[in-house]
Nanobody, 125 residues
């Protein structure tokens, strides 16, 4: 069982930056894929970014087109924490952001087993 707790959300002006963190409990965090998703009311939860275990200790990252070149996912396995650095924020990035985790071996963007409770990010224009 993995528990995930997000932090770092809040209000930021358009063009600004924000860093989200997701702290995970449990062992073998390095063996997990980790993803970030976001959701606005009335819409489906959408994929934002992922860090997936590839081979050995190598990870591959994946980004939604809407955030590519603006957002960066990173992880610190020693701290069981994954980060989402968000730069050049736009009002349309406003959403509740969720982190998610699963055991590695699945390349599907949306299928994750464990979810955090979410953190609100609001970008003002």
């Amino acid at each position: 069982q993995v528990q995930l707790v997000e932090s770092g959300g809040g209000l930021v002006q358009a063009g600004g930056s924000q860093r989200l963190a997701c702290a995970a409990s449990g062992r073998s965090f390095s063996m997990y894929d980790v993803g970030w998703f976001r959701q606005v009311p009335g819409k489906e939860r959408e994929f934002v970014a992922a860090s997936r275990l590839a081979v050995g200790t190598l990870y591959v990252t994946d980004y939604a087109d809407s955030v590519k070149d603006r957002f960066t996912i990173s992880r610190d396995n020693a701290k069981n924490t994954v980060y989402l650095q968000m730069n050049s924020l736009k009002p349309e990035d406003t959403a509740v952001y969720y982190c998610a985790a699963r055991r590695s071996g699945n390349s599907n963007r949306r299928t994750y087993d464990y979810w955090g409770q979410g953190t609100q990010v609001t970008v003002s224009s």
